[in-house]
């Protein structure tokens, strides 16, 4: 298995949908070769920006047939495989890995609270049941089940497992993961919170970033800046992303009033970019000038 081709800057893409909420063929493949050019390393579908938990598994499987169809290997392709229950991840596995796709994301199970023994049980059947590569996805924000270190650890033996994205603001748990697996070439470390990046970069990290989607070359540039160490340089870069997360409040009252306007105000900084349209998989409403007009400047 070839790793290297995982690293660098993945985008945690949103999925196009037409005003019906149908998936939009035309705006999915404008978005993947808006991706190629951008000169992102890597694509990642089905995350929760691109609203998994609210789409049918007939349109999630559309959406990954369209992409990869239209991606044709020029890049990687990740897509997120998870659920509450172990028999529908294996299902999705199934399913998902026949596509062509290049590896597999699992968050730990949502809903109830497991223990660290039970979620190395979980992980560990679909890790076997993969016929491509599987990656950790810690998201301790939303989900009432973490990955802790020692388990990240622990499943990191495993020969399917690559990886872990670890949607988390605390930077000392990211430094910590970054020194743990620092010597390790068959395991990589991606960050999930675009707060984080300027560490990332210099401490060896990846990236998976929904804000690259907007704003591909700033995180291009501070993954590369990071990597030579040039501090001066990643820390004005790190300022700059942290003025794009005006993006996620620009639309009607913000991400914290509700997760339609977070992906709204990606999409319509997208939509002005001439890639998709504004609308979501489920709720959301019609965004107005007003709410263009505050997006404008992120672009």
Known sequence: MNIERFKGVVVASTTPFDRDRNIDEAGTRRMMNYYVKSGVNGIFLLSSTGEYFTISQEKREK????SVDEINGRLPVMAMVSDASLEAVLSNIDRYSSKNIDAVVLLPPYFYKYSQDELFEFYTAAADRSPIPLLL????MRLPNS???????ALSNHKNIIGIKDT???AARLLKLLSIFKDREDFLVYAGSE????????????FVYALAAVKPELFIDIFEKGRSKDIDAVMQLQSNINEMFGLFDAVQGGYKDSFSNFTHGIKAALKLKGVCEPFNSQLGFELNEQDYDKVRKYI
């Open 63 to 66: 959406f990954i047939d369209i």
């Open 137 to 140: 996805y810690n998201q301790p």
């Open 147 to 153: 990955i802790e270190l020692e388990l990240a650890k």
């Open 168 to 170: 988390s603001s605390d």
């Open 195 to 206: 707060g984080l990046a300027g560490y990332a970069s210099i401490f060896g990290g990846n």
